[in-house]
């Protein structure tokens, strides 16, 4: 009787035992770099990206016909660039530069990314159960695509913009329900309500990078008028011009200036022009990059040009010009060119 008692006792204490639950453990990947490529200074409409996200979750082995269910928020705060997940967040460039941009949960672009689980923004959700077999345990895998948007109407300069996401910038959040025999249950909510839960800051990381091209526009021109000459050109005659341009902040620009429509072939000779009785007779002249007039204004770039930054707003330049003494009297009439201007940035 003693003997048999024992084995009673020793069999209800094992019937007591609770099982050994195991933790999940969730990992996530994204793409290097969430790119909005080339981007325009004041475009009329959005400028679209997005970033996809894989994350992976396992489980050590725990029974035959056991399964996990797995909730995980992928958090994402405001990025190195600053601003804010409920705001918008901003790339930078290397010169301090600012662009605004937003990530968003869903393609409507209407609930933005943050950083805590059901918070406000809230961060991206997403579920997984799997089977966890004795012998091996078990994983889930899912992938989420975050979509994000540059907003239009924008005044940016041009340059390489960029926001890096790592560190406390990416948290995963993620809890888990397990059970030994049928299907468990996906907790309801990242953080509480489970067997279990865990996070993980700096759980990958990636940069959000957009490049604005250098951009010159409004273009005006002064003409240059030496004015009226009575008899022969004893002297130089000298008068200026203006040119007027607006380049977007950061663009280096080189203006070019031909030599007119009336140069002789081969040659880089200016000269006006006059028609006479069928004839034509010509008048030379030059353009300076210098009020002295010792830097002739030309089209070889970064040689005999003028180059400059642009500042985001209206930047103008001054082009000397010089009729330069003329032996005998030229045929009276009005002398003209035209000079062809090249902007290049």
Do not use: H
């Not at 990958?204 to 008899?231: D, E, I, K, R």
């Amino acid at each position: 009787m003693k003997g048999l008692l024992a084995l009673l006792l020793i069999a209800a204490s094992l019937g007591l035992a609770g099982p050994a639950w195991a933790t999940a453990t969730c990992t996530a990947t994204a793409n290097p770099t969430l790119p909005f490529n080339n981007v325009n200074s004041g475009a009329a409409a959005p400028s679209t990206g997005t970033l996809n996200i894989t994350v992976n979750c396992t489980t050590a082995a725990l029974s035959l016909l056991a399964t996990t269910g797995v909730r995980v928020c992928v958090g994402i705060g405001a990025g190195s660039g600053g601003g804010t997940p409920a705001s918008g967040r901003t790339m930078t460039t290397s010169s301090g530069d600012s662009l605004n941009f937003q990530i968003y949960n869903n393609a409507s672009y209407s609930q933005a990314t943050g950083l805590l689980p059901r918070g406000t923004p809230p961060a991206q959700e997403l579920t997984m159960t799997y089977n966890v077999p004795l012998l091996t345990g078990g994983s889930g895998a899912q992938t989420t695509q975050l979509f994000a948007q540059i907003p239009a109407n924008q005044t940016l300069a041009s340059g390489n913009y960029s926001s890096s996401f790592s560190g406390a910038n990416v948290v995963l959040t993620w809890a888990w329900n397990e059970v030994l025999l049928g299907n468990a249950t996906v907790p309801a909510t990242c953080n509480g309500g489970a067997t279990g839960t865990n996070s993980a800051s700096a759980a990958f990381s990636f940069t959000a990078t957009a490049t604005v091209l250098p951009q010159c526009g409004s273009y005006v021109t002064t003409a240059m008028n030496f004015g009226n000459v009575t008899g022969s050109i004893a002297a130089n005659i000298d008068q200026t011009a203006r040119l007027t341009l607006t380049c977007l902040k950061n663009t280096a620009y080189q203006v070019s200036l031909d030599n007119g429509q009336n140069n002789p072939t081969g040659t880089s000779t200016r000269r006006m022009r006059t028609t006479v009785a069928g004839s034509n007779y010509y008048l030379g002249y030059e353009l300076y990059r210098d009020a002295g007039r010792s830097q002739r204004w030309g089209n070889t770039l970064t040689v005999d040009t003028v180059g400059g930054v642009g500042t985001g707003a209206a930047q103008q330049l001054t082009i000397y010009g010089r009729v330069p003494p003329v032996a005998g009297q030229p045929p009276a009439g009005t002398y003209s060119d035209v000079i062809n201007v090249t902007i290049t940035y």
